[in-house]
Structure formats: structure tokens, C-alpha cells
């Protein structure tokens, strides 16, 4: 009770409506009955390799390729080395990501030969930024792949203006489907604010993700990116992020994490201590407030190294 009085006193603190606080109040009640104390910090998530160089065959409005610039190279043969590297250096697990294809799919799957080799000849994790996956493309996945991260967007107008695809909510939930169907365990993403800096679906996208059986719900937050058409947007409202995360922690009862994939500054800095008090119980790549936060409700970290924040950890 006296770690539920100080999260109470901390949130009457914050610059935000009474309903807010509520809500907020509940959620971290909540994750306190589920998880306790503890919280676990992931300080070093897995390296991005990108399968598919710096091509992308979407124009993105919140990306436009920008960020598999700043990923391993592992198009064309450099698949294998780059990861060879990584393991000699002590990574333990390593993110598959590229560009995506025009179905919406991010094609690791045409690199299965050598991700195959990877698997039987390193002790790795392997997860990978999916897309949208159809059953053929899901069965070659489930070859070698640990956990599918997948960005689960709920509004069919965001998939069609912002990413610019041909696809809708179902093909979503078909994704999740299939992938769950040949026992890759699923780490869902939930975006807020994709569209515009505005919710628009994420919901319902939370929706579409209680129907299956996620190891983990990662949220995400929006980040106007410079040389995107959104450059010049807001990300989301705290009070807009607030309401995603303690839905969340609402509806599942499996670990919630705070993506690594979020504005960064003031802005980074205040939202760690808004999803704390939300009800998130695991933070990638914390910020210095988010160990105060912590350390000021008298919540126990964990520090996770070399490990993405969507697997389990003791």
C-alpha cells in the first residue's frame, strides 16, 4: 500500500487532467498485483541488420528509409559476417529489420539459407521486424526465428496515407495469425501517434492484439524524423501516450514494455516517468529519469544486458 501512496502522490503532481490520474492510478495498481516491485531496465537492445541495405521499395511518411541508415548492412552477402562480428564482440541476440517489400512484408525471409546457418553454427536470439506476412512467408520464418516484432496498426486510413500500402487492419491480424499459427512467439508493437502525431486507431489495434497470445506488448511513440513528410509534427501528447499505455495495461496481463523507439530530449525524459506511473514494467534504453522515477517509488531495477526488451528475463 505505501508504494501505491507514493505512486498516488507522484501523479497528483503531474501537469495533467484528473482523468489522466485516474486512469494512471488504476493502471499502476494494477502492474504492481502482476509484476510487483520490480522493474527491468534494457540498456543495450539487439543491433538492427538490415537485410535490404538502405532500399525500401514504400515511401513512408514517418520514415522514407531514414532509419536502415543507421542499421548493420547486411544486404548482399554481409549477412553472415556482420553477425559473426557481433557474436565475437558478445552480442546475444541479434535484430533482422530491413525495408519492405510492396506486400508490406520486411523480406527476411528470402535470406533464410543463411539465417539457417546462423542459427545451428551461433548461440543467438534472432527476432525480426516482420510486416505483414502471409502462411508461406510465416513457415519460413518459423525456421529460425525466436519472437516477430510487429508493428499492429488498427485504422485503415493511417496504413493507406502514412505507409502508403495496399493493406488493411485484417491483413494485420492475418500477419498475427499466421505467425502465431507456426509458433513464433509475438511481440506486437503498438505505435502511438503514427498518424500525424494523433491517435487514430491504436485501440483498436490493441484489440486485434488480445485476440492472440503475445509474450509482451511494446509501445512505441512516434517521432517527427528530420527529411520525412512529417518532420514538421508533433509527436503525440503525453495524455495521448498515457491513455495507449494504461488501455494496455488494462487488457493484458503479460509484460509491457517502452520501446526503445521514442522521441528523445525533454520530451524522452518526461514520458519515462509518465509510463511509469502508466504501468509499464519494462523500459528500453532508460533515461536518467526513469531510475529516479523509479528509485523514488522504491521499485527494484533489474538491469538486462544485451538483450532486446521484448524477451523474459529473470
Do not use: W
Amino acid at each position: 500500500m505505501q508504494l501505491e501512496q507514493r505512486a498516488a502522490s507522484m501523479i497528483g503532481a503531474l501537469e495533467t487532467d484528473a482523468a489522466t490520474k485516474a486512469s494512471m492510478q488504476k493502471a499502476f495498481k494494477r502492474r504492481i498485483e502482476l509484476f510487483g516491485r520490480d522493474i527491468r531496465f534494457y540498456s543495450e537492445p539487439f543491433t538492427p541488420i538490415s537485410l535490404t541495405g538502405t532500399r525500401c521499395s514504400l515511401e513512408c511518411k514517418h520514415c522514407n528509409s531514414y532509419y536502415l541508415k543507421h542499421m548493420l548492412d547486411g544486404s548482399e552477402g554481409k549477412l553472415y559476417p556482420q553477425v559473426r562480428l557481433l557474436k565475437e564482440r558478445g552480442a546475444e541476440g541479434i535484430l533482422l529489420s530491413g525495408g519492405s517489400a510492396s506486400d508490406g512484408s520486411v523480406p527476411t525471409y528470402v535470406c533464410a539459407s543463411d539465417i539457417l546457418k546462423i542459427r545451428q553454427e551461433m548461440n543467438l536470439k534472432i527476432s525480426a521486424h516482420t510486416g505483414i506476412v502471409d502462411e508461406s512467408q510465416a513457415h519460413i520464418l518459423s525456421g529460425y526465428l525466436d519472437m516477430a516484432l510487429v508493428d499492429v496498426i488498427g485504422d485503415d486510413e493511417t496504413i493507406h496515407d502514412i505507409l502508403g500500402i495496399d493493406a488493411c487492419v485484417r491483413d494485420y491480424e492475418g500477419s498475427l495469425r499466421a505467425l502465431s499459427t507456426h509458433g513464433i512467439q509475438l511481440a506486437p508493437h503498438i505505435i502511438v501517434g503514427l498518424h500525424n502525431g494523433k491517435l487514430r486507431g491504436e485501440m483498436k489495434a490493441l484489440e486485434t492484439v488480445r485476440k492472440f497470445d503475445p509474450e509482451v506488448v511494446v509501445i512505441v511513440v512516434f517521432i517527427p524524423t528530420k527529411g520525412t513528410a512529417l518532420e514538421g509534427t508533433s509527436p503525440p501528447g503525453m495524455e495521448d501516450v498515457v491513455r495507449v499505455i494504461t488501455k494496455a495495461r488494462e487488457m493484458f496481463e503479460v509484460p509491457l514494455s517502452l520501446s526503445c523507439v521514442r522521441p528523445g530530449g525533454r520530451y524522452r525524459s518526461m514520458l519515462d516517468r509518465y509510463a511509469i506511473l502508466s504501468g509499464v514494467d519494462r523500459i528500453a534504453v532508460p533515461t536518467k529519469n526513469a531510475y529516479a522515477t523509479s528509485r523514488e517509488l522504491g521499485l527494484n531495477i533489474i538491469e538486462i544486458r544485451k538483450m532486446c526488451c521484448s524477451y523474459k528475463c529473470v
